[in-house]
């Protein structure tokens, strides 16, 4: 490498004239990193196994997940047609228990729009997670064009997707405002939107935490949308978001007492009450969702987002 540079042009690059801009170096970090790689056969296959023998069965123990309404992707399921699923986001273990929890055929064949700025910040990140998660890098802090575009050929090739509109995790277990990308997408491929709620995770893994503690948790998947013919993007995921807020709101009582409550426009918002800091801790308490008959509430409660 010395002798080459010693040597000069044409045993190393040419040098740049005056007057002219040089070249900026290309960057693998961040929005530019390049996952490709990730969805050839070898990256693919180990992140069956992956998936399968070490994220399973780690989900299995920590977050025990209970998972609902699986019935309602039947459809779609039998149209192997590619899907864009949202979620709320308050913990790093959401992605893989969403993974986890998808059926057949999305489970193997979905891609994870990760921030890049967090999950792509070097080589060796990006690599993980492109790896381990099929994620690719998502610009969260504006409207990249590049990121869009990225997204929306994997969705045209056929790959379905998993996103957390909100663009990072919860600070205190409260919900976010949703942010455009996922109305967007559906509305530029064409494809429907699966909202998710994810319950109880924050009591695995909450943001701060270092070392996850075992808690049970719900994975409640809601009937696909479709934006209407006079939904532009902010319509679109303005409805999306108060799906997510019905589902919930279905976890923490029951589907019929959800149903009226999102009818008549009274479901609890995700974002929690507009009050000081100390009272939306109080109010968000201990939501353990309560198996069997004993979840039944007839009025309505605040989501379980912890």
């Known amino acids: 490498m010395r002798l080459a540079a010693r040597l000069g042009f044409p045993y190393s690059a040419p040098s740049t004239p005056g007057g002219v801009e040089p070249v900026a170096a290309p960057k693998r970090t961040g929005v530019d990193y390049h996952s490709a790689w990730a969805r050839r056969f070898p990256a693919r296959w180990s992140r069956v196994v992956l998936l399968e023998s070490v994220m399973r069965p780690a989900m299995r123990v920590l977050a025990n997940p209970d998972r609902v309404g699986l019935d309602r992707l039947a459809d779609l399921a039998a149209r192997k047609q590619p899907v864009i699923f949202a979620a709320n986001h308050n913990s790093?273990?959401?992605?893989?228990?969403v993974l986890t929890s998808l059926p057949e055929p999305w489970r193997h064949h979905t891609f994870v729009g990760a921030a890049a700025d967090y999950f792509f910040r070097t080589r060796m990140t990006g690599a993980v997670a492109s790896l381990t998660l099929n994620a690719v890098p998502i610009e969260r802090t504006k409207v990249s064009r590049r990121s869009a575009h990225h997204a929306a050929?994997?969705?045209?090739?056929?790959w379905s997707m998993?996103?957390?509109?909100?663009?990072?995790?919860s600070p205190d277990g409260w919900g976010?405002?949703?942010?455009g990308g996922a109305a967007y997408l559906s509305l530029r491929c064409g494809v429907p939107v699966v909202p998710v709620h994810i319950g109880g995770s924050g009591r695995v893994l909450a943001k701060g935490k270092r070392a996850p503690a075992r808690a049970a948790t719900t994975v409640t998947f809601g009937a696909p949308l479709v934006p209407g013919g006079d939904e532009d993007s902010r319509r679109f995921g303005a409805r999306l978001e108060r799906a997510v807020a019905a589902l919930a709101d279905e976890a923490a009582t029951d589907w019929y007492s959800a149903r009226l409550r999102a009818h008549h426009g009274t479901t609890p918002v995700l974002g929690g009450p507009a009050t000081t800091s100390w009272r939306r801790a109080w109010a968000r308490g201990d939501h353990r969702r309560p198996r069997g008959s004993a979840r039944r509430r007839s009025g309505p409660t605040w989501p379980d987002l912890t």
Do not use: K, S
């Open 153 to 158: 050929a994997l969705i045209d090739e056929g």
């Open 176 to 179: 976010q405002p949703f942010r």
């Open 92 to 97: 790093h273990i959401d992605t893989p228990l």
């Open 162 to 169: 998993l996103i957390f509109p909100e663009g990072g995790r």
